[in-house]
């Protein structure tokens, strides 16, 4: 399964300098790491224990649809 991260600099003087969050808009699930490779381990980890646990309750495991992005200046 596929699923998109999206990599967010996380500005927050209680975490180290260079942690990064990891979002997966379609799981509706948030991590963080030290660096971009440290919150991808971290997301994979945790979509794998989501993914467990949605099969260990007979829950659907669906994959995700098409997504799209855009910022905006405000």
């Not at 509706?28 to 919150?39: K, S, V, Y």
């Not at 794998?48 to 669906?62: D, P, Q, R, S, T």
Request: overall charge negative.
């Amino acid at each position: 399964m596929t699923y998109t991260i999206i990599y967010e600099k996380i500005n927050d003087p209680s975490f180290p300098p260079e942690y990064f969050y990891a979002h997966m808009p379609s799981l509706g699930l948030t991590t963080h790491g030290d660096g971009i490779e440290g919150a991808k381990k971290a997301a994979e980890d945790l979509i794998k224990l989501w993914i467990e646990e949605k099969l260990f309750n007979g829950e659907e495991v669906k994959e995700e649809a098409e997504t799209y992005y855009s910022k905006i200046v405000v």
